[in-house]
Structure formats: C-alpha cells, structure tokens
C-alpha cells in the first residue's frame, strides 16, 4: 500500500507540472476590466438618479443602484448572455452584486423543469446558499471582533 | 473464445459490425469531423421541454437508424446492450422501453461504449443471440446539470477542463450476417485510481487507466503499436493524451505516429472546450462515424480503441475520494473479405 501511496503522489506531482496554468495576467486585466465597467455602469445610474432627485440620501441610492444591476443581471441571464460575460471577465463579475444574482437566476431557470415547489423553490439557493451562509458567518466573526475592539 | 491472459480474449467465431451511426449535436457538427457524422441535430432541445427528454430522443433517433440501416427490422434484434451518464441510465431504460427489446443496462461512464462491444461479442460468441444492438450517449447540457453547475451559471472553466459531448453512437453486431469490419479482441480493464481528486482534471484522471490496459493488452498479445493502424482513446482530451504517450513512453511504447484521441479530435482548437471532448457520446460518436468508415473501405486495417471513464459521483467527489477510472480496449479489423 506504501507503494502505491508513493506513486500517487509522484503522479500527482507530475500532472500538476504537465496540466496548463491559466494566463493570472490576462484574467486579472479581464476581471478588472469587467469589474471596473459594473463599477463605471453603477456610477452612471447613480449619478443619472441623483440628478432627477437631490434630496436622496447615499444609503438609499445605493440600493437602488443595487436593484438597478440585479435587474440588469437576471435580464442578462434570462437571454442566455451572462455566462458569455462571466466567462470573459471571472471575478470582475462574480464579486459585484452581479455574480450573485446570476447564481440564484441561473439555478431558478434551471430548475423550473422540476416544478415550482420542488424544483425552483427548494434548489434556487443551489449555488447562491453556501455564499449566504458563509457571508453570515464571517460577518459575525468580524462583528465580534469589531465588538472587541470597540470594548478596548 | 480464448483466454490470452488475464484480461485479454480473442473472440473466435466472426463478429461483424454490420451497421454503425454517429449521431451528434451542433457543436460537434461544427467540428473537423462533421463530414464523418451520419446525422447532426442543430437544436440543443431537439424540440423537446427538457435536455434529459433531448437526450433520449437522439438515442430513439440513433438506434432506429442503425437498425434500418443494418436493412433489419427491431424483431431482428435479439439484445440491447448500452447505457449512458444520466443516473440510474434513464436514457437508455426509457429507449429500451420503447423499443420492446431485451435490455441489459451498462454503467462504465465513458468506457460505456467499449463495454457493449465486450458484453454484445461475449453473448454472440455463445451462439445464443445472433443479432446485438449497442447503444451509448450523452447529451452536455443533460450531464451539466446533473454533474456541474446551472447552464446560464456565469462561471470560468479551468484550462485543463473538458466538453460533454452531445452525441449518441449505436452498432449492430451480427455473427449471422457478415460485413467487413470484425470485432477480434477485446481486453477487460481494470479499475486503477492514481489518486486525481478534481474532478475537472478527467484526462489525468483516465489516462492512467488506458495505460494499464493498452499495455496489458501489448504484453498479452506479444504486439506493440507498430502492429495496428489506429490506436484510439475515448476522452482524454489533449492533456490526458499527451499523459498516455508520456506513461506508455515510460513502458517502452511509441504512441507519437498511430495514435489519436476522439475527445481531442471531435472539437476544433477554437471551440472554447479547452482540452477537448468527454463522455459516453464521444468514443461511441466518433467510432460510430470516423473509425467505422475508414474500416468499411480498408483503410484501416487493424484499430485499437479504448474508451477510458470516469467512475466517481458527485458525493463521493464532494466527499473529497480520489476517481477511480477503467477503460477497455476493443479490437477492429477492417477490410476483412466477407
């Protein structure tokens, strides 16, 4: 057994100098090339909606700006483009609000064939769900942390 | 039929392979074999509501086809051997439904194909049936969903990664009527697992496999690949394929000039499928069309092909267990005088 623990690993090594290595150059230009355009595009709505009303708070812009790419995101996804997009820009266009829209849209499209209970309801959060419970969970830790800090 | 060795037989009665049809999906019909194929479905959907209904519907499509064109009717047909990706083989259980026919289903992932071929010439060896259909496919979309991610899911593939291939491959093998492409030898693999735990790394997953069984099937045989025209693997795709050469090198085997990939060869470089072609659909496809031809008129003379899959499920995957692969080897002689 010893022996075949020894080749495996020996195997493993290898393929991972044989396997190609994604160019980390040109998908980091692309990521910010896409990430920069969402940021670009939010920034327009923003400054569009701020011209029809003054009076409107940053918090409140914000989530409008929020509703605005969400919309943008699951329209883009329902004609079948998005994933043409993400395959283009990655991270650029997983990390905004964008990417997690498309994680739940994608999935309720997918799902629909099973039904609505069964099928968009109890698998909507496919993909989308880890990134939830992983969000809450760090968000605690660093609340506590925060806490700490604020007590010293 | 005789024993040669451990995993290797050598079939003793004529298996013929009297009919054979490639049937794929557009993007494999956009590929450099598209002139090879018998028949290419532009619809992802195939007019059907759902991918797994597509799916079934080019196998419906596939094995009528290769029955009519056999010039058989289904009631000549003694035994469907065959099988697909879709869990519980639905595919190939709903097709078997349809067509009326005794049905034994066959799981080897990829090497699914291969598999019939053994099982299919094993029950002719024995006099019993004289007229086997073998069936296998896949459909991408159908297969990302069940192994994968959501198709409008916005998500990069790693460069080592390959393509379901849509497609499905049917034959007939007869020892009563006779054509002159044979099934002569055939070697069993064994299950092998050097340890490959992500699962979009097929290639590296498989190859060692293949390696395993072409050069069992060498040292069984007393031959090496200067005895054979083509020796083809299922799915590897470029990265696995380069790998094999690699490991059979290191066993004394020259695999630079005689040997291909299906799953390199159905996609063109620019298709976007990274290392290339994957699936139950991809050797039984492109030996259904490519291979199958060129033995009918003799080009070939001798061909080895080894269809190499990928056993693991997805629990066992996200468990975080190494995949264990298989693949059989099938010999063909082409050109033989009926």
Not at chain 2, 271 to 288: R, Y
Request: hydrophobic fraction near 40%.
């Amino acid at each position: 057994m010893i022996d075949k623990q020894a080749r495996n690993e020996e195997y493993i090594a290898y393929v991972e100098k044989k396997s190609p290595k994604a160019g980390w150059a040109i998908s980091l230009f692309h990521a910010f090339l896409m990430g920069a355009t969402i940021c670009c595009l939010g920034q327009m709505f923003s400054d569009i909606i701020r011209s029809f009303f003054p009076m409107l708070d940053l918090l409140t812009l914000g989530s409008w700006i929020n509703v605005i790419v969400i919309t943008l995101t699951i329209l883009l996804t329902a004609f079948g483009c998005f994933d043409r997009i993400a395959k283009f820009g990655g991270a650029g266009t997983f990390i905004p609000i964008s990417g997690f829209a498309n994680s739940i849209a994608s999935c309720a499209i997918e799902f629909k064939k099973e039904g609505l209970v069964f099928g968009v309801g109890a698998k909507m959060f496919y993909v989308a769900g880890p990134v939830l419970v992983n969000g809450v969970a760090y968000s605690l830790i660093v609340g506590i942390v925060y806490f700490i800090i604020g007590l010293l | 039929m005789k024993k040669l060795g451990k995993q290797t037989y050598e079939l003793s009665k004529p298996i013929s392979i009297i009919a054979g049809y490639g049937l794929v999906g557009r993007k494999e019909g956009e590929g450099p074999l598209k002139n090879y194929f018998d028949d290419i479905e532009n619809d992802d959907k195939m007019g059907e509501k759902t991918f797994e209904k597509a799916e079934r519907k080019m196998f419906y499509k596939a094995t009528s086809a290769v029955i009519r064109s056999a010039e058989l009717s289904k009631e000549d047909i003694d035994l469907y051997v065959g099988g697909d990706l879709m869990n519980q083989l639905v595919s190939s259980n709903y097709v078997a439904e349809n067509l009326q026919l005794p049905f034994l289903g066959l799981y080897n992932a990829c090497a699914t194909m291969t598999e019939s071929f053994i099982v299919g010439s094993t029950f002719l060896e024995t006099g019993g049936p004289s007229n086997v259909l073998c069936a296998t496919g896949s459909h991408f979309s159908a297969a990302e969903r069940q192994y994968r991610y959501p198709l409008e899911f916005g998500n990069q593939r790693q460069s080592y990664a390959q393509w379901t291939v849509t497609g499905v491959g049917a034959s007939v093998i007869s020892t009563k009527q006779k054509s002159s492409v044979r099934i002569t030898k055939f070697a069993i693999g064994r299950v092998t697992d050097f340890g490959i735990t992500d699962i979009a790394n097929m290639g590296a997953a498989m190859a060692p496999a293949a390696m395993e069984t072409l050069s069992t099937f060498f040292e069984e045989t007393n031959t090496n690949q200067e005895d054979y025209d083509l020796i083809a693997t299922g799915d590897l795709g470029k990265l696995g394929s380069d790998i094999l050469k690699d490991l059979m090198a290191e066993k004394g085997y020259d695999l630079e000039t005689n040997y291909i990939d299906c799953g390199h060869m159905i996609f063109n470089i620019d298709q976007d499928t990274m290392q290339g072609g994957s699936g139950a659909g991809c050797s039984a496809s492109v030996f259904n069309s490519y291979i199958l031809k060129k033995l009918q008129t003799g080009e070939f003379k001798k061909v080895l092909l080894i269809s190499t899959g990928a056993l693991m499920s997805t629990t066992t995957n996200q468990q975080g267990d190494s995949i264990p692969c298989i693949a059989h080897l099938v010999m063909f002689e082409g050109g033989v005088q009926c």
